[in-house]
Every structure is written in structure tokens, then in C-alpha cells.
């Protein structure tokens, strides 16, 4: 989405966005395909309908065969693999922020040209300007994923918003606190989420606010409602004083008392328009 915004008249897709035939995937880069960005997780060569663009040895991928019949050849999977070794690289930030991502994809946009400068732009300032506003989006800082979940729903929230009376969306900075004049929030529950002492101290700042609505949004298929054994858990590993755990456990249940939205962009089944849909479910 971002790329999209920083390059006007491009379209970026994934690999995975089309699996209903993975023959397509071919056609898309051979033909379709201007710029090829690679992700380099730890499994990335494994997958063998990536041998076209990065090569892995048959040992590891035992069906790396079935490209033969696409006229790729042992040897094509190891040349690219020695290409990829050179390719120059750049290294994705420790914490994902909207300011990071920024930077990071100044650096994707302006890679081959002149060196990308350090300083903040206006843009990337008018990001940490917004942080504290009226309608934070309250995520684990840890959790990258769910960093980057909130920063797709709020992108996808931020066109329905304008022109009405409500504030803007915001990812909320670890270590500020809640703004006082927050009247909407959206808690972004992700996996272990509730046992992070930031998401903890905005939860129990946010639950003083005279005018301030939360809604829990749940990104991650590997989320559990808090159980009764989690909140036993929490009396013998948690850093709050004995009131402020109470009024934890009670802003934890009054949250789930309303049905949840749902929004998982790193589904693969989760289609730009399907983000599109379940993101104005949640305001």
C-alpha cells in the first residue's frame, strides 16, 4: 500500500494474492513484472514455486522437478540462486512503525539512484506528529505483525473518516501516554497481547478517560479470548499493584462484551476489497 502511494501508477501484488492457479505466478513475473522485490524470511527457498526467481538445491526441495515442465532446469535454480547472493539488499527496521516503514520504503524507491537521505520528511514528521491524537490505535509494540495490521487498518480507515466528524486513526508510540481528549479507540488484540506492560498501561490510562469508546479488533487467527486461567496466570506474573490489576481484568471483560471485528490481512484469502469491507465494520 505504501509503494502504491510513493509510486503513482503502480500496481504491487504478492505471490500469494491469486492461488486458485499457481501456474499464473509465472506469467505475472515473466511478463507482468517490472521490479521483483524479495522477502527473505528463513523458509523463503523452501517454497518451490520461488525457484524461478530464487533457486534452492533438490535435496531441500524434493519436487523441484515439477518445474522442469516450465523449462527450468537444475542449473537456471542455481544460477539464480548465485545471482541472488549478490543482489544489494536492505535490512527491514527491529520495531515496524509507520516512520520506519516509511524510511524503508524510501529506500525500496530510491534504490539504484542517488542515496536516499537519513533526515525525516515531512511526510515521515507529519507520522510522529499524529501520534497522541484522539483516536489511537492501541497495539503490542513487539508484535510486528500486528504493528502492521494496525497500520493497514488505519490506512483503509483514514478515506472513510475524512470530512466527518470523527478524528483520525493514529498508531500510538510506546512510552506516550493516551491522549486525554481520546474519544474513540481501537485495540488491536493479537496473540499474548494482554500480557504486554505497554498495551497494559494504555488499556488502564485509556479506561480513566471520561468519553473514550474502544473497539477490540482481532488480527490473528492465533488469538484466544482471555480465559479465566489466563487471568490466574496474570495474578502471579503480572507488574500492576493489587487495584490496578482489578481494574485490568475488569476493562479486559467489558472490552468482549460486544462481538470483535475481524480483520487478518496476512491471510492469504484476504483480498485488498475484503480488507476494505471488514475495515469499515470497525468504526
Avoid at 71 to 93: K, T
Avoid at 131 to 159: Q, R
Avoid at 166 to 184: D, R
Avoid at 256 to 267: C, R, T
Wanted: proline share 6%; glycine share 4%; charged share 20%.
Amino acid at each position: 500500500m505504501e509503494l502504491e502511494q510513493r509510486l503513482p501508477g503502480t500496481k504491487t501484488f504478492i505471490d500469494c494474492d491469486d492461488l486458485n492457479d499457481l501456474t499464473r505466478l509465472f506469467s505475472y513475473v515473466g511478463q507482468d513484472t517490472q521490479t521483483f522485490l524479495v522477502l527473505c524470511s528463513p523458509d523463503i527457498l523452501t517454497r518451490k514455486w520461488c525457484e524461478k526467481f530464487i533457486a534452492k538445491y533438490p535435496t531441500i526441495v524434493p519436487d523441484i522437478n515439477e518445474l522442469t515442465k516450465y523449462g527450468i532446469s537444475l542449473q537456471d535454480v542455481e544460477e539464480a540462486l548465485r545471482w541472488l547472493a549478490i543482489v544489494p539488499g536492505q535490512a527491514l527496521p527491529e520495531q515496524i512503525s509507520p516512520t520506519t516503514t516509511h524510511l524503508m520504503v524510501t529506500g525500496l524507491v530510491t534504490a539504484g539512484t542517488k542515496a536516499p537521505s537519513t533526515k525525516l520528511s515531512a511526510r515521515a514528521q507529519s507520522f510522529t506528529s499524529e501520534y497522541g491524537t484522539n483516536f489511537p490505535v492501541l497495539v503490542d509494540p513487539m508484535n510486528s505483525e500486528a504493528v502492521a495490521a494496525a497500520m493497514v487498518l488505519s490506512s483503509l480507515l483514514k478515506p472513510k473518516l475524512l470530512g466527518t466528524n470523527l478524528p483520525l486513526p493514529s498508531i500510538q508510540l510506546s512510552g506516550l501516554e493516551v491522549a486525554q481528549e481520546a474519544t474513540l479507540s481501537l485495540l488491536i488484540c493479537s496473540h499474548g497481547c494482554f500480557k504486554s506492560e505497554q498495551l497494559q498501561t494504555w488499556l488502564l490510562q485509556a479506561s480513566r478517560l471520561p468519553k473514550c469508546c474502544m473497539i477490540p479488533v482481532i488480527t490473528e487467527d492465533a488469538f484466544e479470548m482471555p480465559s479465566p486461567a489466563f487471568f490466574a496466570e496474570l495474578q502471579t506474573t503480572s507488574k500492576l499493584t493489587d487495584d490496578e490489576l482489578r481494574l485490568y481484568v475488569m476493562v479486559i471483560k467489558a472490552l468482549f462484551q460486544e462481538i470483535a471485528v475481524v480483520f487478518v490481512p496476512q491471510n492469504y484469502a484476504s483480498t485488498h476489497e475484503d480488507l476494505r469491507l471488514r475495515a469499515n465494520q470497525a468504526v
